[in-house]
């Protein structure tokens, strides 16, 4: 329970209507986008600036409570929730955007603006700013760094930590920190913005952030290959790749994910097929147009059953928003969703989704499967209801098993979708016991008190998903 005079404190620094602990704001943010984890904080709190934010810390480090920031909280790996309880900080108040650069080509925003927002603005500017995850309706920016967030064109244009070159931040002592800059190049010292970027909040709370953009591509072209055989589409993301082609997007759903999407979007798409590659080339017109017509030649030397290439603009939005409503079309198939997140080779991925269906079958679970096969980044999602604990304990066997299974086929635990609870008593299969080591150092150096989200990436190994009994 929070001290009254703590309480006092933090109203005296953001105004008493921006600090609440009635029960109705608390449990709306004891909770974020990952089912059957719950913990009620003592408080919520909404800093409006980068003052604020340190003044904040200064009281947390000073009681040593816990602090939690937070977006929307659209993460899946439970990296909000408040499972030491303490103080949820929401950042959607500091949403501004600072400044767009069009001499150095970048943008200075707050952390809790919408990303979709942020991007519809860029572009309204005739810039490009590339990471896009499947979130980005409501999803924050900071939210983006703090998890490394991906998204459909991470293959060809890479993820938020490839566009993040500056960072301010507030340390858990309150101190403000500036990393990077504007700068194309810079290599003094350690490169602290990049390790900051998916720290998860564990380290510091980001309160502004550098965005590197670029110019937009000048011409799109989007298609879809159909296959009756799982291989034939994973060979022809190998293919594609070999033929020195990077396309801007290049995503594959299975027979499953394909029913409930097709259901979902109403696209009338083949219901007998095994694979579907959703695949997009922008670029310079010619570029564009050879790349297309090449891939299309690879597809049907490995014997797609249908090539259909969007006519215009709508109809390939409509494909590309169907593969961005997978998570939401499978959510309708069962009072719980579980969308994970693991990694392979790209030449690894038709071996993958062999495994996963296995593992499913193994467990009598239904594990539908999408993702970016361009850079092998799958999401494995059960369909399930968090009533049936014997149902869940199968879930969760299966996904431990599905983890061992990238690693052992050269992959890794997550892609992008972060740590946090979920994942942390599988850290250690990637990154062995020096690496532990060696993060837990660092966390040691950025927050010695131990108040910044703890209990996230290094908790004990026995932590497993859990089914909250809600009070």
Avoid at 69 to 74: K, V, Y
Avoid at 137 to 158: D, F, H, M, Q
Wanted: glycine share 8%.
């Amino acid at each position: 329970m929070l001290e009254n005079q703590v309480k006092a404190k933090l109203r005296g620094i953001v105004g008493d209507a921006y600090f609440k602990d009635d029960i109705e704001t608390l449990v709306t943010h004891s909770y974020d986008g990952t089912p059957m984890l719950q913990q009620l904080p003592e408080g919520v709190i909404y800093p409006q600036n980068t003052a604020q934010v340190s003044a904040i810390m200064k009281v947390m480090s000073e009681h040593q409570i816990p602090l939690i920031s937070r977006g929307s909280g659209t993460n899946l790996c439970g990296g909000t929730v408040p499972v030491q309880g303490g103080i949820v900080m929401v950042m959607h108040r500091m949403n501004a955007i600072l400044e767009v650069d069009m001499q150095n080509l970048t943008a200075t925003v707050q952390p809790g603006i919408i990303t979709k927002t942020f991007i519809e603005h860029i572009e309204g500017l005739g810039l490009f700013y590339p990471p896009d995850p499947s979130s980005m309706a409501i999803s924050t920016i900071g939210g983006n760094i703090a998890e490394c967030s991906g998204g459909l064109r991470g293959l060809k244009y890479g993820t938020t930590k490839d566009y993040v070159i500056g960072l301010e931040c507030v340390l858990a002592s309150g101190e403000i920190m500036r990393t990077g800059g504007k700068l194309m190049k810079d290599v003094a010292g350690y490169d602290l913005t990049k390790l900051l970027i998916g720290s998860e909040g564990t380290l510091a709370v980001i309160t502004e952030a550098t965005l590197k953009l670029i110019p937009p591509p000048k011409h799109k072209k989007t298609m879809l290959a159909m296959f009756k055989d799982m291989y034939g589409a994973a060979r022809t993301v190998s293919a594609i790749i070999e033929n020195r082609i990077i396309p801007a997007t290049l995503e594959f759903m299975d027979n499953p994910t394909i029913r409930v999407v097709n259901d979902f979007a109403k696209l009338g798409l083949p219901l007998d097929m095994e694979a579907i590659l959703l695949i997009e080339q922008d670029g310079e017109f010619e570029t564009v147009e050879r790349d297309i017509a090449r891939i299309s030649e690879i597809c049907q030397e490995e014997h797609a059953d249908q090539i259909s290439i969007a006519s215009n603009q709508e109809e390939a939005l409509k494909l590309l928003t169907a593969r961005r409503s997978a998570f939401t079309a499978l959510a309708r198939l069962r009072p719980t969703t579980i969308l994970e997140d693991a990694t392979v080779p790209r030449s690894k991925i038709a071996e993958m989704v062999q495994q996963i269906n296995r593992i499913a079958k193994k467990y009598d679970v239904q594990i539908c499967t999408f993702g970016h096969a361009g850079d092998g980044n799958l999401h494995p999602t059960a369909t399930t209801d968090a009533r049936n604990h014997d149902e869940i304990e199968r879930v969760e066997a299966a996904f431990e098993e599905i983890f061992e299974e990238a690693i052992r086929l050269g992959g890794t635990i997550t892609g992008e979708h972060g740590v946090g609870l979920v994942k942390a008593p599988f850290l250690e299969w990637k990154v062995g016991s020096a690496g532990i080591a060696i993060m837990k150092n660092i966390k040691q150096g950025f927050d010695p008190l131990n108040i910044l989200n703890p209990g996230k990436m290094f908790a004990k190994e026995s932590r497993r998903r859990v089914v909250i009994d809600h009070v």
